[in-house]
């Protein structure tokens, strides 16, 4: 029995055949119901403490990838974590990027004044790390193409020369183990594969906080958020929540249904969930002729050429990303291998 029917049937009912989760992943069903409730009851005067699922979903995530909850930051996106630790690095730092990676993440660092960054190929990229590195940053698994980096060698090739790590788990938290304590920084949004609502956003900071200025600092990121509201905040938290943007409260509302979820089922679970239908489909590809990008052991499976085809599948109601030319199929805890075989026969296979 397909582990999407066996324990989370009852939180989904798409009305399409959704691959497309590395753009966007569906929303449970509990975590739609409680944003629903957080809106009616604030149209009502009495809203719900988002506040208070927030910090939820901050504990969620923290045991999700391994860490405790006060190295847990929470935020919108990517793009502001990366922004707020590039602005830590000091001019003349040089930051090691991978070719072809989220602009998210890289491009905070190309726009900062001061910095030196070099990009290198995705395999390579443990190599290219020297002396000079002051930071390595790299998405965990490729976002057009599904490609894994080899984490481990960039994590001991850091370590070697002195450098600091910023892992991108955008594409991988929700269903591939991450242990965020091996790491310097790590971020991700939510509304992937961790099925939160958009508008939610982690970022894992070291133990003790390390050198990140809290630039980020509202009231909200006060260590007494309500003693923090005029003037400037004296006194930041004494957890990473120093680091939180302040928040979209109605994003927050559903999102520890959704992660709840994927605690109960587990990581390793959806993950070899989510592997084995990227594996079907790449077999029924490449009986079919078509020839996958190898991306051994990813949920993402992308197909050179055929990113043209995503219009007319979508029309078809078979919901795939169409990503640098490639056509990009994401499976994920809610797709079955009828998913897998209505894809791969549209497509000839």
């Known amino acids: 029995m397909d582990l999407a029917h066996s324990l989370a049937e009852d939180e989904f009912e798409p009305a399409l055949t959704h691959l497309a989760t590395a753009s966007a992943g569906l929303l449970p069903l509990s975590a739609a119901r409680a944003v629903h409730e957080a809106v009616d009851a604030s149209a009502a005067g009495a809203p ?56 998210s993440l890289v491009n905070p660092f190309h726009v900062r004044p001061g910095l030196t960054v070099r990009t290198v190929p995705l395999e390579r990229i443990a190599e290219h790390v020297t002396e000079a590195t002051a930071l390595v940053a790299v998405s965990a698994v490729q976002s057009a193409d599904g490609r894994r980096a080899d984490l481990a060698a960039v994590r001991e090739a850091a370590r070697a020369h002195g450098a600091r790590t910023l892992i991108d788990a955008s594409q991988a938290a929700g269903w591939d183990t991450l242990d965020a304590d091996a790491y310097d920084y790590t971020v991700a949004v939510g509304f992937k594969w961790l099925l939160c609502p958009k508008g939610t956003a982690f970022l894992t900071v070291p133990a003790g906080l390390g050198a990140l200025p809290p630039l980020l600092a509202g009231w909200v990121a006060g260590r007494l958020p309500y003693e923090s509201c005029y003037g400037p905040v004296t006194e930041p938290a004494r957890s990473a929540r120093r680091y939180d943007e302040s928040p979209a409260l109605f994003s927050w509302a ?12 587990g990581t390793e679970a959806v993950g070899a969930h989510d592997v084995a239908l990227a594996e079907r489909f790449r077999e029924r ?24 085809r995503a219009k007319a599948l979508g029309e078809r109601g078979i919901t795939v990303s169409d990503r640098a030319g490639m056509l990009r199929a994401a499976f994920h805890l809610y797709n079955t291998e009828s998913d897998v075989d209505r894809l791969a026969a549209a497509l000839g296979g």
């Open 285 to 308: 590809l490449t009986r079919a002729g078509h020839a996958p990008v190898p991306a051994p052991g990813s949920a993402i499976v992308s197909v050179p050429g055929l990113g043209e």
């Open 48 to 103: 719900p403490d988002m506040f208070g699922a927030m910090e939820a979903a901050r504990a969620s995530f923290a045991r999700l990838v391994g860490v405790s909850a006060e190295r847990v930051a929470t935020g919108s996106s990517v793009a502001t974590f990366t922004g707020l630790i590039a602005s830590s690095l000091p001019d003349g730092a040089e930051v090691v990027t991978a070719e072809g990676d989220f602009s």
């Open 254 to 265: 559903g999102a520890p249904q959704a992660l709840a979820l994927l605690e109960r089922v």
